[in-house]
T-cell receptor, first 114, second 114 residues
Framework: GENVEQHPSTLSVQEGDSAVIKCTYS??????FPWYKQELGKGPQLIID?????GEKKDQRIAVTLNKTAKHFSLHITETQPEDSAVYFC?????????????FGTGTQLKVEL | DAGVIQSPRHEVTEMGQEVTLRCKPI?????LFWYRQTMMRGLELLIY????????DSGMPEDRFSAKMPNASFSTLKIQPSEPRDSAVYFC????????????FGPGTRLTVT
């Protein structure tokens, strides 16, 4: 099955700096890579995703890049703000007509310091 | 619009008791997923349904766990008998369809088995 590794497990940045979280996956057939943000006491919230036919996607201060050859993808947050502090999870899946099983990374605790 | 609704939000029970967790997916969504989150194992997919039919239950830990989806707007996850190692946060997520990528999570149920 799919295996997703995520690094780092914790990340501390100063407000206004950039943050980068990296993930690798094992199944070359995976074709969908979402990123979730989880705040304390809440469920994971989808913040951005990328499909295997795209190398990069950007949404305001958040961007995701995908390298299919190397089987890794990354989340980039620019101009970080205190409200960006949360746990971020990457995931991978092979979406087919028969299902969409997300395999999650172990999470990155991001702390944005004032 | 209402998101995924889960109840109860917190459940404390004694070992050996039956526990039932409930989920109402987003209206119009055809796929429903049950996840478990622990510090040790992270986010794990337990089972998912499409059009009220279980598609893949390979993540269900053992026979003590069962899930049903009697109609498009309601699902239950039952643990009988419960054990301390079942303590975790259980999330329900829904998606417009199996071939649709995005999954939207509920707020979770924190289960503590003493």
């Amino acid at each position: 099955g799919e295996n997703v590794e995520q690094h780092p497990s914790t990340l501390s940045v100063q407000e206004g700096d950039s943050a980068v979280i990296k993930c690798t996956y094992s199944d070359s057939a995976s074709n969908y890579f979402p990123w979730y943000k989880q705040e304390l006491g809440k469920g994971p919230q989808l913040i951005i995703d990328i499909r295997s036919n795209v190398g990069e996607k950007k949404d305001q201060r958040i961007a995701v890049t995908l390298n299919k050859t190397a089987k890794h993808f990354s989340l980039h947050i620019t101009e970080t703000q205190p409200e960006d502090s949360a746990v971020y999870f990457c995931a991978a899946s092979r979406v087919t007509g028969g299902g969409n099983k997300l395999t999650f990374g172990t999470g990155t605790q991001l702390k944005v310091e004032l | 619009d209402a998101g995924v609704i889960q109840s109860p939000r917190h459940e404390v029970t004694e070992m050996g008791q039956e526990v039932t967790l409930r989920c109402k997916p987003i209206s119009g969504h055809n796929s429903l997923f049950w996840y478990r989150q622990t510090m040790m194992r992270g986010l794990e997919l337990l089972i998912y349904f499409n059009n009220n039919v279980p598609i893949d239950d390979s993540g269900m830990p053992e026979d003590r766990f069962s899930a049903k989806m009697p109609n498009a707007s309601f699902s239950t996850l039952k643990i009988q008998p419960s054990e301390p190692r079942d303590s975790a946060v259980y999330f329900c997520a829904s998606s417009p369809g199996l071939a649709v990528h995005e999954q939207y999570f509920g707020p979770g149920t924190r289960l503590t088995v003493t």
